[in-house]
């Protein structure tokens, strides 16, 4: 296999760290959140959203279009996605909805997309996941902030007008460690030539432009345009899940692939931080299918609930019912609401958002896996069983394990929830790292030692006592919030026992905390939950239509997530961290195998990570190619 030999974790964290947005250029909620610092001039007044009546139409659209021809249970039974679906969406403008207009595209703002993504993820998560991966990390993405100007005139009204676009970074032994990336792209005369194999690339059966992430030598990783049909790449495979049946996802290969000199995005060793960047919007597009499922989950918990009767009432008037019921409506309030706050931040460049987007992929992705849950145990056997099952003994059907299976990716899409939990902990603790950095950093000499010291003790001398007392502490405090007030108080003297919780850690194990994943995993929990309090609390006091529910909704989310919060507390310093660890250890050293006793014998064929060597294809390409789409299509 061509890889960097022996990688160790520091160099593997070198790399991540050099691909990191270091500067904070502009103001975040989030990230001075987590300093203890609540910021509600940052989101309070509710920012308004620019008036787009041309993005109103294409929803209104898009939305007819989707209940008309899509065929969501076709899709899942077909495990594909029909060749006249991608061109009644070609016709829409859905491949460009984020690409300019001046190339062909729709140019919606991340809003409005995110309100198309949760349409079409209700109508078929397969069709959202294919737009999402095309835009959000496909090729516009980057060339919309990388790329030259020639790129862009070369690509984008191509892509905007229906080709497909993927994504190409993750291997067979590469996941979230790209410091280890094996494929290679060689300088030759003109550009560069691409060896290597990719995994688990969204729409790669069917893509015909690419973003792949290679490694040139003495130069770093890099991003390249790559044309899907170049000579030399081979789709080995069409690889299957266990939701998203009809996700177009490939291994493809790369053997002596030319790829152009001005095909590079945005400079040589540039790759990862383009991916990252790109990430900092790409990952609202996750979360607006996670809202659109648990939207549809309410519908159906709410209409089941209300029909269905045992011991002589409705289930709903049980209160073990009713309680699921409750999570159901408070969580979808604040996943939307968190949402939409993300999304117009993101569209208002004076805000940095990466911490927020973050948070609400990290939010949303794990809650709405927890509302289908609940909804399935709402709907007793028929939840478990599938929505043709259904049909066919004459019951309206409700594809609620499909929606389990389907949103079960999303705690893995785009960062898993533990990757999550570490890059937004390291972005958490930026401005420590940024004083004192050099304190715990067993490289340092002792010259920067100290003069880290005296940053830090400058630093923490005007932060620590900023963080005794607040406006959270007076009655009287955010009174303009009503009966939500109290949660506001709540959360700003959080914000502070967060930062608190945050700073004793660090003096606790200082350069060991990057190894207590748990103890940060909680720590970032925690503020996500304030950041999903605090933005329930702004939306219903700016409700117009739905001011009363709204305010019910917000309630009932912060008195949930109070709890929720008060949990986590607890458990940063009362857990069972360290046992674990260890018993871990055991069962590696196989002090516990007698517990895997008394089964069938699990299969040992085949490695648990296949192998890859350079060179030609042994295997039949299974590219699928959409037909092209012409105006007469319309």
């Known amino acids: 296999m061509t890889e960097p030999a022996d990688v160790t974790e520091k160099q593997a964290r070198k790399v991540a760290e050099e691909a990191r947005q270091a500067e904070w250029r502009k103001p975040s909620f989030g990230k001075e959140l987590f300093l203890g610092r609540l910021r509600l001039d940052l989101i309070d007044p509710w920012p308004a959203a620019e008036p787009r009546p041309d993005a109103e139409e294409f929803l209104a659209k898009l939305e007819a279009y989707l209940v008309a021809e899509v065929d969501g249970a076709r899709i899942e039974r077909e495990a594909r996605i029909p060749d006249e679906v991608f ?46 991966a095309h835009q959000s990390i496909g090729v516009p993405q980057p060339l919309k902030t990388f790329g030259t100007p020639e790129q862009k005139r070369a690509f984008l009204p191509r892509l905007a007008a229906g080709e497909v676009s993927a994504f190409l970074l993750t291997e067979p032994d590469v996941g979230s460690d790209p410091a280890r990336l094996g494929t290679v792209a060689e300088p030759v005369e ?24 290679a490694r040139v030598p003495g130069k770093g990783i890099t991003a390249f345009v790559v044309e899907g049909d170049s000579p030399g790449i081979t789709v080995e495979r069409r690889n299957e899940f266990l939701g998203l049946r009809g996700l177009e996802n490939s291994v493809t290969r790369f053997h002596d692939v030319f790829v152009p000199q001005e095909n590079v995005i945005g400079g040589l060793g540039k790759g990862l931080k383009i ?53 159901i409506a408070a969580t979808t309030y604040a996943m939307e609401s968190t949402l939409d706050l993300c999304c117009i931040l993101a569209d208002d460049d004076r805000n940095d958002i990466r911490i927020e987007a973050a948070l609400i992929k990290l939010f949303a992705s794990e ?44 705690r893995i899409f785009e960062g898993s929830t533990e990757i999550m939990h570490l890059l ?95 103890f940060l995993g909680r720590i970032v929990d925690i503020g996500a939950e304030l950041f999903a309090m605090s933005a329930v609390c702004v939306r219903a006091r700016a409700e117009r239509e739905h001011r009363a529910a709204g305010h019910e909704l917000a309630d009932l989310f912060c008195q949930q997530s109070r709890l929720r919060v008060e949990a986590l507390f607890a458990a940063l310093w009362e857990n069972t961290d360290s046992l674990d660890v260890e018993a871990t250890r055991r069962v590696l050293g196989g002090r516990y195998a007698f517990l895997e006793q008394g089964i069938i014998p699990r299969s040992t064929e085949g490695a648990w990570v296949s192998a890859w060597q350079p060179g030609p294809a042994t295997v039949e390409d299974v590219r699928r190619r959409i037909p092209p789409f012409t105006a007469g299509d319309r």
């Open 190 to 213: 003109g550009g560069y030539r691409l060896d290597g194999v990719k995994l688990w690339a969204t729409n790669g059966t069917v893509a015909t432009l690419l973003v792949v992430m």
């Open 275 to 327: 991916a990252l960047t790109t990430l900092n919007t790409g990952r609202l597009s996750l979360p607006a299918m996670c809202v659109g499922a648990s939207k549809w989950s309410l519908a159906v918990a709410r209409e089941w609930s209300a029909e269905r009767v045992q011991w002589g009432r409705p289930v709903s008037q049980h209160e073990a019912v009713a309680k699921k019921m409750a999570f």
């Open 424 to 518: 937004i902990a390291r972005e958490a603790v930026d401005a420590h790292l940024t004083v004192a950095g050099d304190i715990i950093d067993p490289e340092a000499g002792v010259g920067r030692k100290a003069r880290a010291g005296a940053r830090a003790g400058a630093f923490y001398a005007r932060w620590l006592p900023s963080l005794a007392v607040g406006r959270g502490q007076m009655p009287n405090g955010y009174a303009e919030f009503g009966p939500l007030a109290p949660h506001l108080r709540y959360v700003e003297r959080t914000s502070r026992k967060l930062a608190r919780s945050t700073f004793y850690g660090m003096s606790r194990w200082q350069g060991g905390l990057e190894h207590k994943q748990a």
């Open 367 to 410: 809650t709405a896996w927890l509302v289908a849950d609940e909804l399935i145990q709402i709907r007793g056997g028929r939840g478990y069983e599938t929505a043709a099952s259904q049909a066919a003994r004459g019951e309206r059907a409700a594809e609620a394990e499909q929606v389990l299976r389907d949103l079960r990716i999303n």
């Open 87 to 132: 061109h009644g969406l070609a016709a829409l403008g859905a491949f460009g909805m984020k690409i300019d207009r001046e190339y062909g595209g729709l140019g919606l703002s991340n809003l409005h997309y995110c309100r198309a993504l949760t349409l079409i993820g209700s109508a078929s998560p397969a069709v959202g996941a294919l737009l999402s």
